[in-house]
């Protein structure tokens, strides 16, 4: 059999499971701060000011609805998932068991974009609200520290790159500081994360809480602009939107990531993925809809857009303490999301797949930290460079094929292991079709990633036809460097591979 197509048994699971290295010492209070400090963060501080002003304007809160009714069944085939294989590296590792070694390494690659780039999504947001607050305390920073050497530019629907002499410092560095932080220890990072979880949640209820009173209804009217052509404005818009929001909530998943260091994973891992995503869903659409109330939503096409509105509401206490809560906020998405990617080349590094040096332990904490530096340097580095609005597309692909990924593979489990135990199952069962199960949870959230991807990929054929070709270009050179690792290190390298050769020469020897 072709390494590509091997398969982890549930029984190697199991073992790997009883074998493996890191501390356990998360518990289901811990699990779920991180999946609301991981996904309340870019999604609202920055994306949906993006969103709003490009493409759906006031029907953003339709987006999010959309966008979390995707998630919400993602999220609960990632806990019956997390109930069975308590293990590192999320869809990963769930792909390695229904669709073989090759499709597990494409999953493994896809996360770290999704995990790589969102950091640096985040940290550009965390840019913006810093830099802000730093103006506001008479320290100016100038644009050139705080902006992406790469930059977007809309005309009428098209949009084009541009370059400058320029880095976003401010975000590199923050990238740097929570690497620093994960390399030091999980359970101290944890507890620093709680307390940055209150804190941004306060924040943002305070926000809401005075905000509600000085909404305008007129920003409001019309609820859905006229459409523009392409993704600009109306249904289109909307779906667009989504597409792009889809990538607030990519959090959540993070808490399957830490089932290997959850005390009690079977039962814990599927309450902090379904309790974060029902927390962060309703932050989300509240804090939104007073956003978009407070000031025109025209004016929110930039990286800070929570400081735009508190500036409108002309309370400099309120102002000073919204971005405090941000900055501060986004540095817990910076830690739930770099650590997710840790966890994820970790697992595959104890596979083979990648290179040791990512399963290397500090000697002292127990932690990846050689690969959690390497990680972070090239986050760091992306941070610097690539625009916000392209950094949401490539991640919210990935997301969308990952999650897609892992909807399938509850349908896959399903019929090749139905009696194996199960603390979690999704609900409302499913159907037979031609002897094989298939539910209708899984299914309509392998359909929602479909519909969650497709505008992205059709952006991006009319933006590589339209002059723009550095999104699929980029896509393109990723997939192809994710190609190069696999053939000429993963394949060779592979445990899997390795004792299914051992175990052919051994078979022929013996006949």
Request: charge should be neutral; aromatic fraction near 12%.
């Amino acid at each position: 059999m072709r390494a590509s197509l091997l398969r982890k048994s549930l029984a190697r699971i199991e073992m790997e499971n009883g074998q493996q290295r890191l501390k356990k010492t998360l518990g289901p209070l811990q699990l779920t701060m991180l999946g609301v400090g991981s996904t309340i963060g870019a999604g609202i501080y920055v994306m949906t000011g993006t969103a709003a002003a490009n493409y759906a304007g006031p029907s953003i809160l339709l987006s999010f609805i959309i966008a979390g009714i995707a998630c919400l069944f993602t999220a609960l085939s990632y806990a019956e998932l997390a109930s069975v294989m308590p293990v590192s590296g999320s869809a990963y590792t769930y792909a390695y068991v229904s669709m073989g070694e090759g499709w597990a390494w494409a999953v493994g690659w896809l996360l770290l974009m999704e995990y790589g780039i969102s950091c640096a999504g985040v940290a550009a947001g965390f840019s913006g609200y810093a830099a802000s607050l730093l103006d506001d305390l008479g320290m100016h920073v100038p644009p050139a520290l705080h902006t992406t050497t790469l930059e977007v530019v809309y005309q009428g629907v098209n949009r084009h790159l541009m370059g400058h002499w320029q880095c976003d410092l401010l975000g590199a560095l923050s990238i740097v500081v929570v690497t620093g932080l994960l390399v030091v220890g999980v359970r101290e990072s944890f507890k620093i994360n709680s307390l940055i979880v209150m804190l941004k949640v306060g924040v943002l209820a305070v926000f809401v809480a005075l905000g509600v009173w000085q909404m305008h209804s007129a920003y409001w009217t019309p609820f859905i602009p006229a459409y523009q052509g392409g993704f600009r404005y109306g249904v289109p818009g909307i779906f667009r939107a989504a597409s792009i929001i889809f990538f607030a909530y990519v959090g959540f998943e993070a808490v399957s990531t830490a089932a290997a260091e959850a005390r009690n994973p079977r039962r814990d891992v599927p309450v902090g993925i379904v309790l974060s995503l029902v927390i962060c869903t309703g932050v989300y659409m509240v804090v939104a809809a007073v956003l978009i109330g407070v000031v025109p939503w025209q004016t929110l096409d930039v990286a800070d857009p929570l400081a735009i509105a508190v500036n409108a509401m002309h309370q400099p206490w309120l102002a000073l303490f919204v971005k405090i809560g941000a900055v501060v906020g986004l540095c817990s998405v910076l830690m739930g999301l770099l650590y997710a990617q840790s966890r994820i080349f970790f697992a595959m590094a104890e596979d083979g797949l990648l290179f040791s040096v990512f399963a290397r332990l500090h000697t002292r904490y127990h932690t990846p930290w050689l690969g959690s530096i390497m990680l972070g340097s090239v986050v760091a580095l992306a941070t610097a460079v690539l625009p916000i609005d392209i950094i949401g597309d490539l991640v919210s692909l990935g997301t969308a094929t990952a999650f897609g990924i892992v909807c399938f593979t509850v349908i896959w489990m399903r019929n090749t292991a139905p009696d194996h135990t199960r603390t979690f199952v999704v609900p409302f069962g499913g159907f037979v079709l031609r002897g094989i199960w298939v539910g209708y949870v899984p299914l309509l959230g392998m359909v929602f990633c479909g519909f969650m991807a497709a505008p992205l990929c059709w952006e991006m054929v009319l933006s590589f036809m339209g002059g723009d070709p550095v999104p699929a270009l980029l896509l393109m050179v990723y997939a192809l460097c994710g190609w190069g690792c696999y053939r000429f290190y993963g394949r060779r390298h592979s445990r899997l591979a390795q004792e299914h050769r051992a175990a052919l020469a051994q078979d022929a020897l013996s006949h």
